[in-house]
């Protein structure tokens, strides 16, 4: 039972164009929402959340867009760089099949940035 | 020391012997996770741990224990490693509850033959 869903393995975008990832989830009662990067060989390092009460958060070159009544949530990169290609978690915090305020986290999307 | 550290950084590991994946952390907080990346399943949390002297269970805690005696160190031991146990191990902390993501180390790369 994949609470939180990554549809897209992988992305490729051209560089200086939108890069949109995105994300779905299933269960009501996540309440905080992330996206983390990672490169390879390193861990996943934070770089956007959202709280269940807002809608957008913007920081930068990355804006996250939370949709409640459709449980879908996205991550804009414009414009997108060369560093920007990594994979990208979606993660999920609130009360979960394994216990409350854990991070579930989806299956990743690598996205790749075309020169 | 900076943040998480994990260590080792990759181990080849025979089947059936026991393993411990150390975690260290510097940032005092209260709460550590183990997570194993597999491809296709994402990261899937295997322990964790709220406050130092408690543990719990995850998504997938078969074949793994774990110990916080302190706040600093959350050790993850494979009793008798299975070649299904090959993956990337994560050690991740958090201040605690709340709106709080959380601090990952750079992984444990390990593979049972």
């Known amino acids: 039972d994949q609470q939180v869903k990554q549809n897209s393995p992988s992305l490729s975008v051209q560089e200086g164009r939108i890069s949109i990832l995105n994300c779905d989830y299933t269960n009501s009662m996540f309440d905080y929402f992330l996206w983390y990067k990672k490169y390879p060989a390193e861990g996943p390092t934070f770089l956007i959340s959202i709280s269940s009460i807002k809608d957008k958060n913007e920081d930068g070159r990355f804006t996250v867009f939370l949709n409640k009544s459709a449980k879908h949530l996205s991550l804009h990169i414009v414009p997108s760089q060369p560093g920007d290609s990594a994979v990208y978690f979606c993660a999920a915090k609130g009360i979960s099949n394994f216990g409350n305020e854990k991070l579930t986290f989806g299956t990743g999307t690598r996205l790749t940035i075309i020169p | 020391i900076a943040g998480i550290t994990q260590a080792p950084t990759s181990q080849i590991l025979a089947a059936g012997r026991r393993m411990t994946l150390r975690c260290t952390q510097d940032m005092r907080h209260n709460a550590m996770y183990w997570y194993r990346q597999d491809l296709g399943l994402g990261l899937r949390l295997i322990h964790y741990?709220?406050?130092?002297?408690?543990?719990g269970k995850g998504e997938v805690p078969d074949g793994y224990s774990v110990s916080r005696a302190n706040t600093d160190d959350f050790p993850l031991t494979l009793a008798s490693a299975v070649p299904s146990q090959t993956s990337v191990y994560f050690c991740?902390?958090?201040?605690?509850?709340?709106?709080?993501?959380?601090?990952f180390g750079s992984g444990t790369r390990l593979t049972v033959v």
């Open positions: 741990s709220n406050t130092a002297g408690t543990t």
């Open positions: 991740a902390s958090s201040p605690g509850t709340g709106n709080y993501g959380y601090t």
